[in-house]
């Protein structure tokens, strides 16, 4: 694509596709060209608890920005496939550092509202997308709402009512999509549908969730899988240590992927 507003547009339109958008995370350039090298592959997403976890801090900010963003840079530099990031709240500032992301590439990004002040959340929104305009980037903003991981005892009615009308306030700011994580049943996800439309909803694939295509019979945009592809990668070396600790051997089926 000859420029990155193109790749923008192009990343926008995948999710108002017939097709719910499955964006695989990742979280540094080995993981990022094996995923990219997929022809299954039209985009990646990193994951911020896993580029921390990768860097050894913890997941929610505590990786310094440039730390993150360096990363970032890495990630986009190695795949061609456009790539949205994970910039947790904003890092104090989600204008400025959306343009700093868009710096190093990027053409869209995750901002969660950590269940802020109404206003305040929506005004975050608004920086994200002013920044983009700024850069001459329709940026791709999958606004996060936490209301449901952050809810604790609410009736799930008000945590749908109160994602609903966080969402419509990002969505009328500009945002592409609204990242409602969260373990979300048919019904629930029918009636965030109902609320949002149709193609505006963004969900996590959480183990026992809806598959991706019961997602998308429900008329859901995009299903990302946040950390828990890193969880993934992990869980598969350390049950092949224990193998090797047990005197195995390197499985032949092993991929030459690095």
Do not use: C
Request: no cysteine; net charge negative.
């Amino acid at each position: 694509m000859s420029s990155l507003s193109e790749k923008a547009q192009s990343f926008a339109q995948l999710h108002t596709a017939p097709e719910i958008l499955r964006v695989v995370n990742v979280w540094d350039v080995v993981s990022a060209r094996a995923i990219a090298a997929l022809p299954e592959t039209k985009a990646l997403a990193t994951a911020g608890h896993s580029i921390a976890a990768t860097f050894g801090y913890e997941d929610g900010e505590n990786i310094p920005l440039d730390v993150m963003l360096d990363m970032v840079a890495r990630i986009v530099a190695a795949v061609d496939v456009p790539v949205t990031a994970d910039l947790d709240s904003g890092f104090g500032d989600p204008g400025e550092t959306t343009r700093r992301a868009i710096g190093v590439g990027v053409v869209g990004a995750n901002v969660e509202d950590r269940v802020k002040p109404f206003d305040e959340a929506v005004a975050a929104v608004r920086a994200v997308i002013a920044a983009g305009e700024a850069e001459g980037v329709p940026f791709v903003l999958n606004a996060r709402t936490d209301v449901f991981v952050k809810g604790g005892d609410r009736p799930l009615d008000d945590k749908i009512a109160d994602a609903v009308k966080r969402g419509r306030a990002f969505l009328d700011a500009g945002a592409t999509s609204v990242f409602v994580p969260g373990l979300l049943d048919a019904e629930t996800t029918r009636r965030l549908v109902e609320g949002l439309g149709e193609q505006r909803l963004s969900v996590i694939g959480f183990p026992g969730a809806l598959t991706a295509a019961e997602y998308e019979r429900l008329g859901v945009a995009r299903i990302s899988y946040g950390p828990l592809t890193q969880r993934v990668a992990l869980t598969a070396l350390q049950d092949l240590a224990i193998d090797l600790y047990d005197n195995g051997v390197i499985p032949s089926s092993v991929r030459e992927l690095n």
